[in-house]
């Protein structure tokens, strides 16, 4: 298996990619960019959407479009290229803080983490959104993170993933999805922290593997992470075993998804914002897009329920 760079042009922070089944199309953004993207990939086309604000995640709606979460809120597009209308503001201070990593869940609640950008102190928090009643309900599931990343699902929805990127630790809950609620906190893998003296370009990355940063579950169950100045990309079985690594040609990939008609093409997006000028001439492709043929494919992207599709 090897890694196909299926974008052109790099992105400065390439995050939240989905595959849209209903449109064979690649969805991801851009943060500092401020952009959506999409690709038909049967085409090679991309077209982007330009954000007034940073964008953190996107997933689709079952009603049609997207569900954006951007600095100052949640928001809903009905089309792409459409008009973005507020469904809750941000619970936060958007000074300091933002949307981050988030998706649907299979319930079609949106979830997302929050990043608190001074990193000085574990005020981040993970939100999740139900729409499917007559308001909306915005609520805290869980805290003390700096940098909220890595949220996914077991493919029984019995068990919820988040990571804090900074603290090099991926969680675990045991999720009731009908209350919506988590219990039973615990690690489910951890890295030791990037050395003090470290910096890019070092030879074997000078043993440092990368921290944590977005993920997918495969339909067995195995966490599929990308690993930030890790350089490359994490398979680990449900008990935390790591069962396999597969280097990639940038040095911070952000996250993963499933796509294709099979669900055995995993992409990922990577990031080439603020990188050492060293580094990108090294690994050119830093900030595309990636895509590697897999054995086991993936769960399917969840849809977001804002009330405006059938049951």
Known sequence: ????????????????????????????????????MRMD?????????????????????RGGGLVVGLRSGIYRA????????????????????????GKADPLGRFWSGTIFEPRNAKTAQLWSLDCRGPTPLLQSQAGEATTGNGLAWSPDARTLYWTDTPGHTIRAWDWDAEANTLSRPRVFASWPGKPAHWQPGLPDNGGYGGRPDG?????????????????????????GEQLGAWPLPAMCPTMPCFGGDDLKTLYVTSA???????????????GCVFAMRVKVPGLPVEFFDGGDAPH
């Open 78 to 101: 009905p089309v792409w290229g459409g008009e973005l209308s507020q469904i809750v503001a941000a619970p936060y201070d958007t000074a300091t803080m933002r949307f981050n990593d």
């Open 215 to 239: 993920a997918a579950v495969d339909a067995v169950g195995n966490y599929w992470v990308a690993m930030f100045e890790g350089g490359r990309v994490l398979q680990i079985s449900p008990s």
């Open 272 to 286: 080439s914002h603020q990188r050492p000028g060293a580094e990108l001439a090294a690994l050119p492709d830093s």
């Open 41 to 61: 990939v049967s085409r090679r086309t991309i077209e982007s959407w330009a954000m007034a604000e940073e964008p953190g995640c996107i997933a689709p709606a």
């Open 1 to 36: 298996m090897s890694w196909q760079t299926v974008t052109p042009a790099p992105n400065a922070l390439g995050e939240s990619p989905f595959w849209h089944p209903r449109e064979a199309r690649l969805y991801w953004i851009d943060i500092p960019g401020r952009l959506l």
